[in-house]
């Protein structure tokens, strides 16, 4: 447990001897920052707490307009994915994350996306603003469980990811996360070392669907099934 406790505290150091430099070069421009101190974050990280991350299908991340729609686990996947991307990208995050010193002055700054997951009307303009920057040529990070969801399995998708994807034309990259729950667990200090293994699935084409309510259900249903036949 001492270990782990030390570990937590290089990460917290790393996060504000990183964090100052990020917010820095962010304010110029968010994709060097993206591709400098953030990735070195992730990797850092990654290497003090001994994961051993494998990485197949990488390629079908590409330099385009992509929504990638990974299992949340832990707090080990937000490490993985700062360390692994090779572009430019953004994350849709849970709105309290912002109150997180150093982090959450970050991630406003580096431009991610906040919701509240309440379905007020300031989560609803917060998807109109990422339909119009995905558009752009933004690659966006969301979680469709909408939580960290620490058991076996999976628990029932969220429509949001779903609504922007069909109502924006972008593919969706399933991305299958395995480990990271047992590298730390939710509510946990301890940080057990292990293997995270992620794998990228080829883009599911949103355009073989409609745009009605049921598109959107029947979409969220095959990726959910795409889900369970690969963890």
């Not at 745009?211 to 889900?227: A, G, M």
């Amino acid at each position: 447990m001492i270990t782990s406790y030390l570990r937590w505290l290089i990460i917290a150091l790393l996060t504000i001897v990183l964090g100052i430099p990020t917010i820095m070069i962010a304010f110029i421009s968010p994709k060097i920052a993206n591709m400098t101190t953030i990735k070195i974050w992730g990797k850092l990280i990654i290497f003090i707490c001994h994961v051993r991350l494998t990485i197949k299908g990488l390629e079908n991340i590409k330099d385009e307009p992509t929504i990638v729609m990974f299992n949340h686990k832990s707090l080990f996947d937000i490490f993985c994915l700062c360390s692994l991307m090779r572009y430019d990208w953004r994350a849709m995050m849970k709105k309290q994350l912002i109150k997180i010193p150093i982090f959450g002055q970050v991630v406003i700054i580096m431009g991610h996306y906040f919701v509240a997951r309440d379905g007020s009307f300031e989560d609803r303009r917060e998807v109109v603003k990422i339909i119009k920057k995905i558009k752009n040529g933004k690659i966006v990070f969301i979680a469709p469980e909408g939580t960290r969801n620490p058991n076996a399995g999976l628990i029932d998708f969220k429509n949001g990811g779903f609504y922007i994807a069909i109502k924006t034309e972008i593919n969706i990259v399933p991305m299958i996360i395995k480990g990271a729950g047992d590298i730390v667990e939710k509510n946990s200090m301890l940080i057990k070392p292990g293997p995270i293994d992620i794998n990228i699935l080829p883009k599911i084409d949103v355009k073989n669907y409609g745009t009605d309510k049921d598109s959107i259900e029947k979409l969220k249903n095959d990726i959910h099934e795409i889900f369970l036949r690969n963890m």
